[in-house]
């Protein structure tokens, strides 16, 4: 703050210029008025170019490093680094099970919060108390909403055991199928039902500040119009739903990506690399060959980009900050 | 801040039907399945609560409730260290807010009432970064602060978790300053009262909701962030609670009620606290994201 009324005051010296000059501005008040916006905004920049650029830097240089299993830099590797990466038996495994992730958790939250938003903005009483038990998931740390699921399916006393085991879905709960982290068959269906769980929410608060947008008399006159409800909805209200869906689809596709601590805290990826995503992957490499697992992060990191860059050009984001 | 009253402007539009006798069946079937979707989303919680209170010997019981209650997992929690956990995450939570209310502010208020060269450059770069996650470029982080002799300090879980979620708060803010009329400011500059003075006087205290709601939100994300601090942080007495409940699960037996009594205490303040912004969430995700 005192660094900006300092070069308010250093871009008009006291005394003042004779008349003359200031016609033109000085090439002192002209470097001034240059450098004003670096002190407003320069703080955030240094942030993000110190933790956000510089780890990408980082994280590609060394994705063409050897590296020892002490963590030392012994000289370049080359793409051996991606080769062995690629050459890896359960690659492709892994690869296709996260676009299976993505797409599932991603298109099935969007459907059901379309549903949950359209729910939760009607009018009925206690609805301020139920959006707040909405939020839960969203404000509580995903790993401890992950934790309690680990729990709720722990085979002979977790708590949605006992519940299928009271309503007959159940027969043994010392079973192998009151074990259900335990087969890849069951454990990678949770896991998207989690992920969904904790992605509703954030889905659900972005659909319904977009409603909250659209005007009463839209709807006023679609009912004049005689249009059916099913037929407004489809006709007029998705539609203009369309920029937070984009934002929301977007801001899932990442989350999801990126996610780790549901599989982490329920499965560790296993068993064998049956729920192993490639975010989970990188992170079990790192403790194997940190070159390896920055080439992973690597090829994640593509991916990322190139969806920013899709979704960037879907969104026209120019035409809104102008 | 137009959201605000275009929301209500929706409920006041499309009034319930029988607006004075007993509510219709419709308003009836709408309440009730939305009150059982309420509590299905804080089930978990509901039963992570209760397992905390379970007694040792009733932990494996299949009963839904147990039939004694015991405070007992509390109590030991704090012998097991768990303080100095706590007192870590308060710290990162608490710096990295800080951090993005000092850095945050000035670069919104700036790009919100100035236009100069540079401002979409920095205003793309802030939208990048908010699509980034810290999880895709954890091999990158963990080298860099290993290079600034920055490992297992708090320092650098207040960098990162301020560096991630700054974007949020700069366009949040952005958007509440944008809609604050430059004529209140300029007639408070009139007054005598300098550009900063009108930004304190006028400006900031008129952004107070967008400001609290972005605060909140990077003090949410920075008290539940795991994957960094898991990488980062590697002695016990740095550790914040998330690596630290994670430890619970690692050992090797796990001792389900000290974990789930550690865990209620990590997660009701921050529910809490979201609650106390829920009104302010569809707004400011309407000026955050949307526009």
Avoid: C
Avoid at chain 2, 127 to 134: A, D, E, K
Wanted: aromatic fraction near 12%.
């Amino acid at each position: 703050m005192s660094n900006a009324a300092a070069a308010q005051s250093a871009a008009g010296p006291a005394g003042g210029p004779p008349p003359t000059a200031r016609r033109k501005p000085s090439p002192g008040r002209r470097l001034a008025r240059a450098l004003t916006p670096l002190l407003w905004i320069g703080p955030a920049v240094g942030l993000i170019v110190f933790v956000v650029l510089w780890p990408v830097v980082v994280m590609i240089q060394t994705s063409f490093q050897k590296v020892s299993s002490y963590g030392e830099i012994k000289g370049s590797n080359g793409w051996k680094n991606f080769t062995n990466l690629f050459d890896e038996l359960a690659f492709r495994g892994v690869v296709e099970r996260t676009i299976v992730w993505v797409v599932a958790v991603v298109v099935l939250t969007m459907l059901i919060s379309l549903a949950l938003a359209q729910l939760f903005n009607q009018r009925f009483p206690g609805r301020k108390v139920a959006r707040w038990a909405l939020i839960a998931p969203w404000a509580a740390s995903v790993l401890m909403t992950a934790i309690v699921f680990k729990w709720m399916l722990h085979t002979g006393y977790g708590l949605i055991n006992v519940l299928l085991h009271d309503v007959g879905l159940l027969d043994d709960l010392n079973s192998i199928a009151a074990d259900p982290l335990g087969k890849s068959s069951t454990a990678m269906p949770w896991l998207i039902f989690v992920a969904i769980f904790v992605s509703l929410p954030f889905t659900t608060y972005t659909i319904l500040a977009g409603l909250s947008t659209i005007p009463g008399e839209v709807y006023e006159a679609a009912r004049v119009d005689g249009s059916g409800k099913w037929h407004t909805y489809r006709t007029i209200t998705l539609p203009l739903l369309r920029p937070a869906l984009t934002v929301a689809t977007l801001i899932n596709v990442m989350n999801v990506f990126n996610s780790f601590p549901i599989i982490w805290a329920m499965t560790h990826g296993q068993p064998g690399y049956t729920t192993t995503t490639t975010t989970v992957f990188m992170y079990i490499l790192k403790g194997k060959d940190l070159g390896e697992s920055a080439a992973m992060s690597v090829v994640n990191f593509a991916l990322v980009v190139i969806i920013v860059g899709l979704f960037l050009k879907l969104s026209r984001w120019k035409a809104e900050v102008d | 801040m137009a959201t605000l009253t275009a929301e209500t402007h929706v409920v006041t539009a499309r009034p319930a039907k029988n607006g004075h006798g007993r509510p219709g069946w419709k308003t009836v079937v709408l309440a009730v399945s939305a009150y059982v979707i309420a509590f299905l989303f804080i089930f978990p919680y509901l039963d992570m609560f209760v397992t905390s209170l379970r007694p040792q010997d009733e932990l494996q019981s299949t009963s839904i409730l147990p039939h004694h209650y015991s405070w007992s997992s509390y109590s030991t929690l704090w012998k097991t260290g768990l303080g100095t956990n706590l007192k870590i995450t308060l710290m990162v939570a608490g710096g990295a807010t800080v951090l993005v209310l000092l850095v945050a502010t000035p670069a919104a208020y700036f790009t919100a009432r100035r236009k100069f060269r540079g401002r979409l450059a920095f205003l793309l770069l802030v939208l990048i970064t908010q699509m980034f996650q810290p999880t895709a470029m954890l091999v990158g982080i963990y080298r860099e602060f290993l290079n600034f002799h920055l490992l297992n300090s708090v320092w650098a879980l207040i960098l990162v978790n301020a560096g991630f979620n700054m974007a949020f708060a700069i366009w949040i803010l952005n958007a509440y300053f944008s809609s604050i009329p430059r004529e209140l400011e300029e007639a408070a500059m009139v007054e005598g009262t300098g550009r900063l003075g009108a930004l304190f006087r006028v400006t900031l205290p008129l952004a107070a909701p967008g400001v609290v709601t972005a605060l909140v939100f990077t003090f949410i994300a920075a008290w539940n962030e795991f994957i960094v601090a898991l990488t980062l942080m590697q002695t016990p007495d740095k550790q914040p609670l998330t690596v630290a409940i994670n430890g619970f699960i690692g050992a090797y037996n796990i001792e389900w009620q000290h974990l789930f009594a550690a865990s209620v205490i990590a997660t009701i303040p921050v529910i809490v606290l979201f609650a106390l912004i829920e009104r302010k969430v569809v707004s400011g995700l309407t000026a955050g994201s949307i526009k």
